[in-house]
């Protein structure tokens, strides 16, 4: 199932070496309005992305010509800007946080339902900058309240020049806020990974003081990011893409 030529398609790489979850997933996928691409190793997937200006990657972790986890943060060092779900049967918390700390923007374990699949895969591309009304294609910063954001080197950039470092979490968060300009944005929605957990895990409290304590280096920077009580965060606007 699948209509190139039309735009509104996004576009889907799953990078599954085992041929039988590889059609798994596919088959899932292929019940939404996706062009589906499926590989079964690094090189496979270098050579797609040659190719294919891919919205999302379905990336697992053990593949026949390397790791994921390394291939998942090569690709954010060259500055990929799909979105990118880890699906891998390694399920230790410290493969989950790495890969999240590397670029992946979900993690899910196998086996999974289905259904949780279609879910995320859904969440994501909603929220991924590369869709329509977010961040566009041909943006290099994004400017909001005295600061402009680097999209290809992932860092502040203030009214005088100086830079500050983001992290990978902190970038995919920073993102999200500038996808949803004026919208109030739930943990759940932040943290996808933790909404099981949201409520008691303060890990995305934690990423969201980081984030502000470095807008706050700049004057004007204090109050970008703000609390709606019993809600979430919301950053106000406007912002604008140079």
Same mark, same amino acid.
């Given at each position: 199932? %699948? ?40 090189? *496979? ?11 999302? #990657? ?18 954010? $060092? ?13 399920? %230790?918390?410290? *493969? ?9 923007? *979900? ?6 339902? /289905? ?30 309240? /005295? ?31 500038? *996808? ?5 944005? %739930?943990?759940?929605?932040?943290? /996808? ?21 470095? #807008? $706050? %280096? ?19 606007? /406007?912002?604008?893409?140079?």
């Amino acid at each position: 199932m %699948s209509n190139s030529s039309d735009p509104s398609w996004r576009q889907v790489i799953v990078v599954e070496d085992d041929a039988d979850i590889r059609e798994l997933i596919t088959a899932q996928l292929n019940r939404e309005r996706l062009e589906i691409t499926a590989v079964g190793s690094v090189a *496979d997937l270098r050579t797609a992305l040659e190719e294919i200006d891919a919205d999302l #990657l379905i990336l697992d972790l053990n593949l026949p010509d390397g790791d994921g986890v390394e291939v998942c943060k090569a690709l954010r $060092a060259e500055n990929y800007q799909g979105a990118i779900m880890i699906v891998t049967a390694r399920n %230790s918390a410290l *493969d989950r946080v790495l890969g999240l700390e590397l670029g992946a923007d *979900d993690y899910l374990a196998k086996p999974f339902e /289905p259904r949780e699949l279609l879910a995320r895969v859904r969440n994501l591309l909603r929220r991924s900058r590369v869709i329509d009304g977010g961040i566009p294609r041909t943006a290099r910063f994004v400017r909001f309240g /005295p600061w402009r954001l680097d999209l290809n080197h992932r860092r502040l950039v203030a009214s005088n020049e100086r830079l500050v470092m983001l992290s990978s979490a902190e970038y995919r968060l920073l993102s999200q806020f500038i *996808d949803a300009t004026n919208q109030v944005l %739930s943990r759940e929605e932040l943290a /996808p990974e933790r909404s099981a957990t949201v409520a008691y895990d303060r890990t995305i409290d934690i990423r969201v003081s980081r984030l502000r304590q470095k #807008l $706050a %280096s700049e004057p004007g920077g204090e109050d970008l990011i703000l609390t709606v009580r019993n809600e979430g965060y919301i950053l106000p606007g /406007p912002v604008a893409f140079e």
